[in-house]
Each structure stands twice: as C-alpha cells, then as structure tokens.
C-alpha cells in the first residue's frame, strides 16, 4: 500500500455533502417533520440530590394538547442508560436524583409549548439530600453513597518500573498540583432525536448522535424488543466532539417508548440549558505531579495522582480513566512511572467523552511540568523535551514499542525552525505589553485500543454507471469523515470523488462499527474503505482485462478510464467496464471489515500494547498580555503534528484550528460555575464560548511519517490539537507573567488578579 | 393576525397568531428549515436571516413585525438554477464548513455585510458576524471564505 501512487491525496478537497449545508437544505434531526408529529419535553429534577416522593401527572394531562406522560414504570425495559458498565443511570428517575438534570418524567404533546408546559405542571416531591459536590468530600469516610457501590466510580494504576528506585536516581525534583475546570461542548446543534413507527413492528430513529449502534442497544433493551426491531439512521449531526452519545442514547430511548406507544412520530429536541444540565462535561480534574530528573535533563521518574470529577453517573469515566493514566507522563521516555487515577461521583452532571478524552487535563499537568523542570534545570523548554522525546524503538508510558511513525521529534525540529525565524517581540515590551511564548508536546493514541475490541464495517457497491455508494459504521459529525472515505475510495478505484457517495450512518445497512470516536474513523474506518473498495475493484480488474485482451496486472484505473499502463491512450470508460461487469456477473459490492490488531494488556498495571497508533504533536504559541485589563492576544500559533499521511488538507487544518480553539477556550475562556450544584451559567451569555473576536492564528504544519497501521498511512487528528494548544496556551501565560498558574481557565481576571497583588507585571 | 411579505423574492399572505417567534412561522409553517435554532435567546446567531438588508436573530423577533418587509433566508440565496451564491462557493472552496449547524446563519450574516459593504476589511468581517458562535471550524476559514467572496465583488 505504501507505493501506490497517490492522485488525490493530501491535496484540497471541499466537503462532499458541503452543498447541502451551504444552502440549508440538509435535515438535521430537529428539522424533519412527519404527519401527526408529537413533541416530547423532559420534567427534570432541578435540585441536585433527594429522594422522590411525589410524581403526580394529573394536572398535566388535563392539559388538552397532551398526548401522555411517561413515568420510570412505564418504560417497557430496565429504564436504563450508560455506555459502560456499571450501567447505572435511569432513563426516568423514580427513586434517587442524583443531579439537577435528571429526567423524572416525559410529556408528549401536540406542541412544543403544550409538552413545556406540561412538564412544568407535574407536581414533584423531592425531599433534598445534602448534595455532594466535591470529589473530596465524597471519597470522606462515611460519606454518603451516592450509588449503592459507594462514590468511587473507577480507579487503577499505571505501574513501569520502579518508582522509588527511579526517585533515588533523580539529582532534581519537581512537585505541583494542578486543577481544570468542566468544560461544555457546545455543539451548535442542540441534541434532537425524532421516532417514528413503522407500522411493520419496527422503529425507526432518527437522530443528532454519534453513536447509532449505542442508541440502537439501548433503545431496543428499553423498548424490551430484540435491536432487530430498531433502525437508528443518523441525520446530519450539527458537531458532537464526544457529546452526542448518552444523551442521544436517553432521548432517543424516550421518544421511542413515546412513539411507539402513541403509534405517532415523537420528537425530542433539546433547549441549549438542556443540552448544557443534561448532557455530559467534559471532567473536571486535580492533578498532583512530581518528576524526577537528573542534571542533564534526563527524566528518570515521574508520579501522578489524578482526581477526575465524573458527576452523577458513570457514562464513560471508566474509559476517560484509563486514558489520563496512559497519556500523564506525556509523549517522552520516561523508565519509572506510577500514576494513579480515581474517577469520583458527585451530584453534579456527569462527565464522559469530550475531544481529547481525558488527554487535555493531563497534558496541561505534565507541560507545565516539563517548563518547570527546565527552569529549575537552566534549560531551554524544547531542548528538554527534544531530549526526552519518544522515538521509533522506545517504550511509552504502558511499555508499548512503536518501530515506525513516532514523529515526535520531527514535529520539534519543525517548530525550532519557526522559532528560529520568528524572534517574539520582547523588545517591543512596554508599558502596556507583556509578551510570552510557550511550547507543548503531546500525544493521543488513536484506535480503541485495549477499551474494547476496535472493528469498523464498511460497503462499497459500483453501479453500471460507474458511480460508487459507500456505506460506513462510522458518523460524520462535521469533522469530515465522508469526505475522507469517498478519498480513500475513490483513489482504489481510479474515480474522480465527485462519483463517489457516501450515506450516513444507517443501523439497518451496515455492520456495528462501535462508537465514532477516539480520532479513529480515518485510520480504522479508512482501512475498512480500503479493504472494500480493494476487492471490487478486483471485479473491474478482471472485466477490463478481459476487454483489453491483457493481463489484470497490465490494467490500471485513473480518472473514471480503465487503461493499460504500457499505453496510456489505450483506455475504455469506467462506466462500461462496470456494466460488463455485471453483465458477466462479477460481483460489483463488497462488505469488508477493518479490525485493528488485539490489544495486549494489563489492566492492573497498565502494561502492555493499547493503541495501533499515536498522534505526536508540537505546538508553540506567543501571546502578549495587556497589563492593566489582563486581556490576552494570540500573536502566533503553530500546531506541527505527526498525523502519518495527509488525505484532505483543508480537512486536516478545520480539525487542527478547530481543535486548537477548543483547546484555548478550555486554557483561557470557558468555565461551568455553579452554586449549591446548580449550573449558573447554561446560556451563551454567561458561558463563554469562543467568538470570531476570540480565535486564535493557528498555523498547521503537517509531519508525515507512515503510519503503517492506518488507510494510505495516516493518523487520525480529530483529538490531538486540543491537549496541545491549552498546554502552550498556559506555558506562554508562565513566560509572560512569570507566574506559573496552576488551574484552568487562566482568565485575563485571573491574570489581573496575580499581577496586581505581587506587583509583578510592573516596570 | 394576518401578514404578508417579501420572502426570498416571493410573496407570502399568511395568518400567525401574535406571540409566533419570526423562527417559528419561517421554520414551522413555512417549511424553511435551513434556518436553525441553536439557543432561543440570541446569543448563537443560528437563526439569522436579513429583514430589509439588515442581518437579525430571528428567534428575538415576532413574526408580525415581518409584514410588509423583504425578508432573505439562505434558501433565498442560491439560484434556481441550482447555482450557488459566491458566499456559499467561498465557504466551500475556503472548508469554512465542518457541521454546517451555524452555516446558514453566518452566511446570511456575512451576506448583509456584503450587500452593504462589497469589499469588507477583516476587522468589518469580525464585527458582522461576532454574534454567530461556530464551534467546529474556529472561524480563520470563514473570514477567509467571506474576504474571498468579497473580492470577488469587482463592481462593488
């Protein structure tokens, strides 16, 4: 595969659903419309913690647009929902609120505002519980269980070599605690589900969601009828980053249950505080961190003890868990390290997937880590992560070996290069400015890995006219996936992409691919593209061959022609090969599945091999900071990632500043406040999610070293930019200020506030 | 009540009750859905359309106050031919499109800046479309898309 010669990659590619959206006609979940639609609204608990004793519907139902009200007991199956095991947050609550979001009943109504307002009419008792709102509060002895299991929701270690030994072998220590807040996704498109019945004893969903195949399992188990009744179709999905899964999962269960009831469409779409109360955060964490090195700068040991705050239930804490104690000692070569990480339940929303996946919090820790060292050490910060950077051959944090696309150091060598040729402007240093330039190493592993097995189905079909329809497992949420998967076919194929359609996701016709996420869809879900377009291009082969008289290994496909490679001008349009084809009755479809390589690990000490690949990242940022208002400017920011082969470039640069200005948002600007465990702030006024006026002038560098596990070579790159840009956002506020903040956001109040108590921003 | 306006160039005659948000009766009743509902308190911009050449977040506005007015959604705004709008080309060529949730309203927002101000300088691009959040492509690529749609406008 490596020598295949490439036409259509790494090049500038425009988005093949991209009309639809520029014109409006695309449907997502929330603008689709069926004849006797019903809305649902969700009457929630509104207070953090107690216990239920009233749920009294009445009132509602005389309220003559309303269809039903649903209860916990009316829910056909064990009313539950959860990604993970311990599975352990009700669809309906009945019993115990365990946060302020929690759904107690659903009202269906002929309108939207019928259903609100008979949601508001339920007359609910709760009797509060004092609420836990504090990881440390809740792993106190004799705290009071927020689950039956007790308040720990998932804890491990990650166990190389020997710690103490490698403590006595450090000359230098360093040691620091560090905090980030929880963060919102704030996809633009708030959840929305619509259910429809059949009328053939089927269901079908269709829904804003990241996961179908999630929502196809739990809507059946809630509806009590085997998955083969459900069809979960994914509409188009207005960004999710990690969001659009639970949450969908519980809608879409509801509106379900609902339609299927009624025998009437149901749909269920979000308000913008629903969708922030509701629906996961990203986790809040404390970090403690000490590294050992020595005088040179070699880093000998490393110990870390992660708190994650994971909120009321468990959704995918276990697997965010895992992640932070794989990636806390950072993309470097460290020979002993011990991490410990508790993930712990308060009665706050929950916590799960977010972009990065637990990867941005502890990057943020270990690059700070990594500046302090160097200034105790009187080195320079990118000598010393160049000195202890993973190369091809070394062992990870988990004693993996990669002999091949470790590009680490390249992305360094690109960004000394910049650094080089752009001094920052110290000496335009004033009155007003202060300037600082701060750098970040990273790395995200790609695929599953040892969370679970990591298959991904996909089907290729060659109509009579040559035309290609591709259906993958996987969701595109935005970030372009379609766009990569008709590339990777159409480059097998030797068609032109605009011939090339990719479907969304649809439970019924494709094989479960698992969750869409993981920054995974280009490397496993591009290999299973590869693998299907692969095999019925070995029916075109054997057809064009045929009608040029010449061996299969003479016909090469280009441009939408089957020609002969001695003969370039020797051609037949592909569109007749494939009718020959399939009137000599060649199979023109083929179903092929991706399956990365079994992870070999431990789970108790963390060992082992658990991702088939690793994205490497370098960033460096120069800000300058206004003295008196604490307000920051992004002067430079260049992103320089290992991401194995390029395949669309303009896809590969949304993803990188995207994620970039998640990343700053997180670093600098976004923050959920709250009071008693009530969110305060879930609006776009309070919540501050980036503006035009806030982006930030990322540049992409793209460093390509084969990754021989993905399609054509390449990593995924969904991930990564978030984890580097917060980390070199927080290490150039430190050389600005020279003030090492610890917690995330550093907001220009925080700036101001550190500035003027030590006087140190002043001449 | 009954109104009637201009919208993407045709009449509408049409009967709303007094308190139906303008989003309602272009999404609901006129079957537009191009214009999204991001947050109902405009803060996201999703909902943007252009009332008398002015770009304004139709979840905030009565219906009524449409009567009489001309009214652009962004289903006003390629041809029917099927030919795109150059905004619309420039998004696409410039990938200032990842979920296309915000898309709509922030080319409806960039096209009332355009419609006033051909060849618009970054900063004017800034202020036009500050009230449309993106959170996907983190906009660099969409004051690209809407510079390059604007020096497309020789005669401007």
């Known amino acids: 595969m490596g020598n295949v010669k490439l036409s259509s990659m790494g090049k500038r590619v425009r988005k093949i659903d991209g009309v639809e959206l520029v014109t409006g006609r695309a449907k997502f979940a929330g603008d689709m419309k069926f004849p006797g639609m019903l809305y649902g609204y969700a009457r929630r608990a509104g207070v953090p913690a107690g216990i239920i004793k009233k749920r009294d519907v009445r009132t509602a139902l005389k309220i003559p647009e309303v269809a039903m009200v649903l209860l916990a007991e009316d829910i056909p199956g064990p009313n539950i929902i959860g990604i993970l095991p311990p599975f352990d947050q009700p669809l309906l ?37 004092e609420p836990i709102l504090e990881p440390d509060e809740a792993l106190k002895k004799g705290a009071r269980k927020i689950h039956p299991a007790g308040n720990i929701t998932y804890s491990k270690k990650l166990i190389k070599g020997d710690i103490d030994k490698g403590f006595k072998e450090a000359e230098l220590v360093v040691e620091n605690t560090y905090h980030t807040s929880f963060q919102e996704h704030a996809y633009l498109e708030p959840e929305a589900v619509c259910a429809v019945p059949c009328g053939d004893g089927r269901v079908t969903v269709y829904a804003s969601c990241q996961s179908p195949f999630h929502l196809r399992g739990h809507i059946a188990a809630n509806l009590s009828v085997p998955a083969s009744r459900v069809r979960v179709v994914q509409a188009y999905t207005g960004g999710s980053f990690g969001g659009k899964d639970d949450v969908a999962a519980e809608i879409g269960s509801l509106a379900a249950v609902a339609s299927v009831k009624l025998g009437l469409p149901v749909m269920i779409a979000h308000e913008r505080e629903e969708s922030i109360k509701g629906s996961n955060l990203r986790h809040a964490s404390r970090i403690h961190y000490k590294t050992g090195a020595r005088r040179d700068g070699t880093i000998v040991a490393c110990k870390i003890e992660i708190i994650l705050d994971g909120g009321a239930y468990s959704s995918e804490s276990p697997f965010v868990t895992m992640k932070s104690l794989i990636h806390a000692a950072g993309p470097y070569r460290i020979p002993n390290i011990l991490v410990e990480c508790t993930s712990v339940y308060t009665n706050k929303t929950y916590c799960g997937a977010f972009r990065g996946f637990g990867v941005p919090q502890v990057t943020f820790a270990s690059e700070s880590q990594m500046d302090e060292l160097a200034s105790r050490l009187k080195m320079d910060p990118l000598k010393l992560r160049r000195k202890n950077a993973l190369k091809p051959g070394d062992a990870t944090a988990t004693g993996q070996v990669f002999e091949r696309s470790v590009g680490l150091l390249q992305t360094i060598d690109k960004i000394e290069e910049r650094r080089k040729s752009s001094d920052l402007p110290r000496d335009r240093e004033d009155d007003r400015w202060l300037y600082g330039r701060g750098f970040s190493c990273m790395l995200q592993g790609i695929s599953n890995g040892a969370e679970g097995i990591d298959v991904v189905g996909a089907s290729v079909q060659v109509s009579q006219d040559g035309s290609v329809l591709l259906g993958v497992g996987l969701t595109d949420m935005g970030q372009g996936s379609r766009t990569v998967f008709a590339q990777v076919a159409a480059e097998v194929l030797g068609v032109t992409v605009d011939r090339v359609t990719v479907r969304q996701v649809d439970t019924d016709s494709v094989h479960d691919s698992g969750p869409t996420v993981a920054s995974r869809s280009t490397t496993v879900g591009g290999m299973a593209v590869f693998k299907a377009a692969a095999e019925v291009k070995k029916s075109l082969q054997k057809m064009a061959s045929l009608m040029f008289k010449a061996g299969e290994e003479q016909v090469s496909f280009k441009n939408n022609f089957a020609s002969l490679k001695q003969d370039d001008s020797a051609r037949i349009p592909l569109r007749e090969v494939a009718a020959a084809a399939y009137w000599s009755g060649f199979p023109l479809m083929n179903l092929a599945f991706s399956r990365a390589p079994d992870a070999d690990f431990d789970h108790e000490t963390h060992q082992g091999d658990i991702y088939i690949a690793y994205n490497f990242g370098t960033h460096m940022m120069d800000i300058r900071i206004d003295r008196f208002t604490g307000r920051v400017q992004v002067l430079q920011h260049i992103a320089s990632h290992d991401l194995g082969r390029v395949i669309n470039l303009t896809g590969v640069e949304g993803q990188v500043e995207g994620g970039s200005l998640i990343g700053f948002g997180f670093a600098h600007m976004e923050k959920i406040e709250s009071e008693g465990g009530s969110i305060t702030n879930a609006n776009f006024a309070d919540y501050a999610v980036p503006t035009v006026k806030d982006r930030i002038p990322t540049e992409t560098i793209c460093v390509e070293d084969y990754n021989p596990t993905g399609a054509f070579g390449a990593k995924g790159i969904g991930e990564p930019p978030v984890a580097g840009a917060a980390s070199a956002f927080a290490n150039a506020v430190a050389a600005a200020t020279g003030v090492r903040f610890t917690k995330l956001p550093i907001t220009k109040e925080d700036i101001l506030k550190a500035g003027g108590k030590h006087g140190r921003y002043s001449h | 009540m009954h109104l009637e306006f201009i919208c993407n160039g045709k009449k ?77 080309e420039a998004f696409l060529e410039e990938g200032a499109v990842q979920c296309g949730f915000c898309t709509p309203g922030m080319i409806m927002s960039a096209k009332a800046l355009l419609d006033r101000n051909p060849r618009p300088n970054e900063e004017e691009i800034e202020e036009a479309i500050s009230g449309n959040i993106c959170r996907c492509t983190g906009y660099a690529k969409i004051v690209k898309a809407v510079t390059r749609a604007g020096l497309g406008n020789n005669h401007g």
């Open chain 2, 12 to 88: 509408v005659s049409v009967d709303v009750p007094a308190d139906m948000r303008a989003l309602d009766l272009i999404r609901d009743v006129m079957g537009l859905t191009g214009t999204k509902e991001g947050c109902a308190r405009g803060e996201c911009g999703a909902c943007t359309i252009i009332v008398n050449g002015k770009a304004v977040n139709s979840c905030l506005m009565y219906a009524v106050k449409l009567k009489g007015k001309e009214v652009f959604t962004i289903e006003g705004l390629s041809e029917e031919s099927g030919k795109l709008h150059p905004l619309q």
């Open chain 1, 93 to 129: 609550a009945a019993e115990e609120i365990r946060y302020e979001g929690e759904s107690i009943a659903l009202v269906v109504a002929k309108t939207k505002t019928a259903a609100k307002e008979g949601a508001l009419a339920i007359e609910v008792e709760i009797d509060p519980l």
